[in-house]
């Protein structure tokens, strides 16, 4: 085995953050090498301190090397420091555990978590010493994978990647493994690489571009079909039916430098049935499965007793909705308070993506004096109407932390047509629960942006943000909000797929309405994702297979890290489509037809074409349609196409809320209003008048 450290380690002097390229976490593998096993390098496009906590990165790693056909290694994104360096010095692109180059492993496959790091997928393939071009590598070249929530639309990275994996890896890696591991054993003899991808089109949930043809009208898309009879014409997604038979990762990376979300994970539940119309990630990781409490449990002990961490963040796409959340949280807590130490932190669970339309901690340390040796629970995806006096009872018995909560849009009506069907009651009700029992700090994320919104809808945002902050301040004359806005970029299979995306100027617009409606509010601070970076993110998470050509130009130009606010440029991205001959109001700005082919139609998510498009009608009604879960089904497609049923353990929605449970919605919009009575004729009748 060839190490590149003796090459890499006088580097390290002169770089920023060098503890990013040594390995040696706690929890680390140590590979198996030999020409025997399949290698894979897995990758995440980004730097090692956004990369590392990835739970379903870690997941993959696991099972890899335990395997006895296969190992697997880790690299990140290096930084521009170490690039440059690496690039002076020859160095290719290395894995952080053996430090061996990347060309000498099988298969390097990418973690695409976010559309913006599509520029340094083709960087890392470029340091690894490979052509970028799919099309231009050897046979002796390592096959260039790639997995995750964009990997639902595949098409502007199919000119770079070999294969793509639809939905959850657990089962689908070992098939690869064995496939390329049959590959191998025949001496990958010349010619044969169009073999091993034939091969790699046959498992189910996997997706070879080279295995088809796109046709094109014009501007528009035309069709993608299957170059050969066995090759599918859907790539159906992979899902795990049972989540208790993967209780991964065992041994979590603890790292040795500062990272994101620096805590332990346990993913307790995957899907969500909620029907947010803008959230991918519960649109493309359903059904439900939850996780049982005793493995839960078993998990969260055994973490904390292997690592040093005393926080733990119970992961799914909306943890309150778990059954028996408040006894799980209560469980953990009482064991941090009874001396079980605990540690480890990495965040993101395996088949949920952190998206908007969840509530959680946000990991804030209150400095409230209390006992060390007690464990904090991070719960990062919680529902508005699902946050009970209970449940914050039990989280705020530990270290209290900053709550963030996402009603996502201002008005009643907008939240109608989003399908976050949650009432100014729910919201008011869970920020009372938050501040009576101790918190003083509330975050609220909104979207702006969305379908059909109005100015009014806007400065709603700045009117809910105003009234919670009143309800802390009763409990606390420091209690504070802040808003997130974020601008609205609309996602493949979702009902708002065919929406055409607000232009940065319109975004940059609504978000002066917010501040103006805030005015000189201390208790309300505004923050604001760049509108620019959404109309990047528009063209790559929309586009079909010819916005390669910009990814790639964009790249060549120096456009690395462009999920960094330092780092993005729009004016880049818009020469890029012109260089490229590629419209931007076509590809983001503009409205999609019902008939229309969209470049992901041949990859299946599991839902109904025609259930996306009805709700998206439904949603210019303004009609919400309650959970599944506590209701009768839709037929959406999740559960019926693929024989798998919701796993739940309780029939009942466990913790309330207004999404099915039979409240009345007709009224969410009604807040209570305590009427004064009406003041005698000149008896201190001040400013303003009456209620």
Known sequence: MTTLWPRLEPLLPRVSKPARYIGCEDGMQRPTVGPHLTSWLLAYPDTYEIGLPNQGLQILYELLNERPDSSAERTYAPWIDLEAEM???????????????????????????????????????????????????SDADPLIGAGGHCAFNPEPLSDFVDFFVVGEGEEVVGEITEAVGAWKRTGKRPGTRTTILRDLAGIEGVYVPAMYDVAYDGPALVEVTPKYPDVPPLVAKRTVADLGEWPYPRRQLVPVTEVVHDRLSVEVFRGCTRGCRFCQAGMITRPVRERPAAQVREMVTAGLERSGYDEVSLMSLSTADYSGIAELVRDTVSAGTAGAMGTDGAAGAMGTDGAAGAMG?????DGNGLDPSRISVSLPSLRVDAFTVDVAAQVSRARRTGLTFAPEAGSWRLRQIINKLITEEDL????????????HRMKLYFLTGLPSEMDPDTEAIAHLADACARIGQEYNKRASVTVSLGGFVPKPHTPFQWFGQNPPDELARKVRLVRAALGRNRRVQLKWHDPAASAAEG?????DRRVGAAIEYVWRKGGTFQEWSERFDLDLWEEAMAACGLSLDWYVYRHRGEDEVLPWDHIGAGLHRDFLWQDWQDALEGHGLPDCRWTPCYDCG???????????ASPVAPNGGSQGTGQDLATGHMVPVELRPRLLAGAGASAGGGA
């Open 361 to 365: 901690t946000d990991g804030a340390a």
């Open 87 to 137: 690039r002076a010095a020859g160095l290719p692109l290395f894995s952080v555990d053996t430090h061996r180059a990347a060309a000498f492993f099988d298969i390097i496959a990418f973690n695409l978590s976010a559309e913006l790091v599509y520029t340094n997928v083709l960087n890392c393939i470029d340091l690894a010493g490979l052509e970028v071009r799919a099309d231009r590598r």
């Open 539 to 543: 063209i790559a998470s929309r586009g």
């Open 638 to 648: 999740a559960c019926t196409e693929y024989g798998i049923e919701h796993m739940v």
């Open 428 to 439: 008011y009700g869970a920020v009372r629960s938050a501040y009576s029992q101790g918190w």
